[in-house]
Nanobody, 126 residues
């Protein structure tokens, strides 16, 4: 088990940037795939970005490619999501999630993740 706490959300104008952090507790953090999901009001939770346990493999939903970057620092038990060129449609609660490692394969379905943070709100104004 690993406990996850997100931070870094807030209100930003369209075109701006935010960096989300996901801090984890637990000695086995480096063995997990970590992903970011988001959920907007009235919509299902969707995969945004994921990173393998080693950091060698990343995956992004098409709508954020070229704008968002996921990274991890296993020494600090932290995963980051750098979000640039934000759009109003990026507004959502952002969750980080930890799931068992499948090597360099990043799972995009919520069912693959056993551990979830409480979420952090990101609001992008037009």
């Amino acid at each position: 088990q690993v406990q996850l706490v997100e931070s870094g959300g807030g209100l930003v104008q369209a075109g701006g940037s935010l960096r989300l952090s996901c801090a984890a507790s637990g000695r086995t953090f480096s063995s997990y795939t970590i992903s970011w999901f988001r959920q907007a009001p009235g919509k299902e939770r969707e995969f945004v970005a994921g990173i393998s346990w080693s950091g060698d493999s990343t995956s992004y939903v098409d709508s954020v490619k070229g704008r968002f970057t996921i990274s991890r620092d296993n020494a600090k038990n932290t995963v980051y999501l750098q979000m640039n060129s934000l759009k109003p449609e990026d507004t959502a609660v952002y969750y980080c999630a930890a799931g068992r490692s499948w090597g360099n394969t990043i799972m995009v379905h919520t069912i693959a993740y056993d551990n979830w943070g409480q979420g952090t709100q990101v609001t992008v104004s037009s």
